[in-house]
């Protein structure tokens, strides 16, 4: 099984790199780290970076996740063969843009293009934002599914994530203690659904809503709790019709409790996303 350590970055196309880049300093609060080779680098924490905007087709999503060593990365790749995918290794130049040591990239059955790769480089400098939106960390991604069934069984069977809880057909699913650091939304299309960032606490989600609001962001979902994960959220309107959330207080399932785990099956409606009843603007989420 494939051993997937962490979600590591999501890179997104845009034809607008000056506007992409307004808005993951301005309204979200990253740093920008650099710019090279027609794309732009952004932390969250005290990695390298965990998003990046490229110039490129505004679908063209990818999403990396970490690996223990090269000898996992080989067995990985392996295995992802032995699946039927097509897996690329990142030539010497992709891998000093990425900042890590290798690694592989391949779809899923969506298309969902995703990275495997080892020793991701952190920094040595703590995270600095453009603003002070209470950031702690990347931390989590929607992914579009166009067969939640096939890419649950995927993602568990191959990947090695976990279902932590499902609404309706859309699986939270596990790779650490985090409640969830992907899930799996049908769709028709494929790519990053939405992007999420841990805040440090509620009143961070709380400023967010009246300031994004004032800088005229198009809030569409929250603030709210989702009765799922813990979490408190707000969901925004991003380049390119991106959706970014800002989130607190997600649960965890520590290795104690992993044994006696179960996960819970919600409904698809309104509740099941926000039990305050914030109804969501966002196509995947709607009841
Ligand atoms: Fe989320």
Same mark, same amino acid.
């Given at each position: 099984?494939?051993?997937?350590?962490?979600?590591?970055?999501?890179?997104?196309?845009?034809?607008?790199?000056?506007?992409?880049?307004?808005?993951?300093?301005?309204?979200?609060?990253?740093?920008?780290?650099?710019?090279?080779?027609?794309?732009?680098?952004? @932390?969250?924490?005290?990695?390298?970076?965990?998003?990046?905007? *490229?110039?490129?087709?505004?679908?063209?999503?990818?999403?990396?996740?970490?690996?223990?060593?090269?000898?996992?990365?080989?067995?990985?790749?392996?295995?992802?063969?032995?699946?039927?995918?097509?897996?690329?290794?990142?030539?010497?130049?992709?891998?000093?843009?990425? @900042?890590?040591?290798?690694?592989?990239?391949?779809?899923? &059955?969506?298309?969902?293009?995703?990275?495997?790769?080892?020793?991701?480089?952190?920094?040595?400098?703590?995270?600095?934002?453009?603003?002070?939106?209470?950031?702690?960390?990347?931390?989590?991604?929607?992914?579009?599914?166009?067969?939640?069934?096939?890419?649950?069984?995927?993602?568990?069977?191959?990947?090695?994530?976990?279902?932590?809880?499902?609404?309706?057909? &859309?699986?939270?699913?596990?790779?650490?203690?985090?409640?969830?650091?992907?899930?799996?939304?049908?769709?028709?299309?494929?790519?990053?659904?939405?992007?999420?960032?841990?805040?440090?606490?509620?009143?961070?989600?709380?400023?967010?809503?009246?300031?994004?609001?004032?800088?005229?962001?198009?809030?569409? *979902?929250?603030?709210?709790?989702?009765?799922?994960?813990?979490?408190?959220?707000?969901?925004?309107?991003?380049?390119?019709?991106?959706?970014?959330?800002?989130?607190?207080?997600?649960?965890?399932?520590?290795?104690?409790?992993?044994?006696?785990?179960?996960? @819970?099956?919600?409904?698809?409606?309104?509740?099941?996303?926000?039990?305050?009843?914030?109804?969501?603007?966002? &196509?995947?989420?709607?009841?």
């Amino acid at each position: 099984m494939i051993d997937l350590l962490d979600i590591r970055y999501v890179r997104l196309g845009t034809r607008d790199l000056a506007a992409a880049d307004r808005f993951a300093r301005e309204v979200v609060g990253l740093e920008r780290v650099r710019e090279e080779a027609g794309a732009l680098y952004y @932390r969250s924490d005290d990695r390298d970076h965990t998003l990046v905007y *490229f110039e490129g087709d505004p679908r063209d999503h990818t999403v990396g996740f970490e690996l223990r060593d090269a000898g996992a990365l080989d067995a990985a790749a392996g295995r992802l063969a032995d699946a039927g995918l097509a897996v690329r290794a990142g030539s010497a130049e992709a891998c000093e843009q990425r @900042r890590v040591g290798g690694f592989v990239n391949f779809e899923d &059955a969506t298309g969902n293009r995703i990275d495997l790769v080892v020793r991701p480089q952190h920094s040595g400098r703590r995270y600095f934002p453009a603003r002070d939106a209470g950031i702690t960390g990347f931390s989590h991604v929607g992914l579009c599914s166009t067969d939640p069934a096939r890419d649950e069984a995927f993602w568990t069977g191959v990947l090695g994530a976990r279902v932590s809880d499902r609404i309706g057909a &859309a699986a939270l699913l596990r790779i650490d203690e985090v409640h969830h650091k992907v899930a799996l939304f049908p769709t028709t299309r494929a790519g990053v659904q939405h992007v999420n960032h841990q805040v440090a606490s509620i009143d961070d989600v709380m400023r967010a809503w009246y300031q994004l609001q004032r800088r005229g962001v198009r809030i569409v *979902f929250g603030p709210g709790r989702h009765p799922t994960s813990g979490a408190v959220f707000l969901y925004f309107e991003g380049p390119d019709g991106m959706v970014f959330e800002y989130s607190t207080g997600v649960r965890t399932i520590t290795p104690a409790q992993e044994a006696s785990y179960r996960p @819970r099956q919600f409904p698809r409606a309104n509740e099941s996303f926000c039990m305050w009843g914030s109804v969501p603007d966002i &196509a995947e989420f709607k009841a």
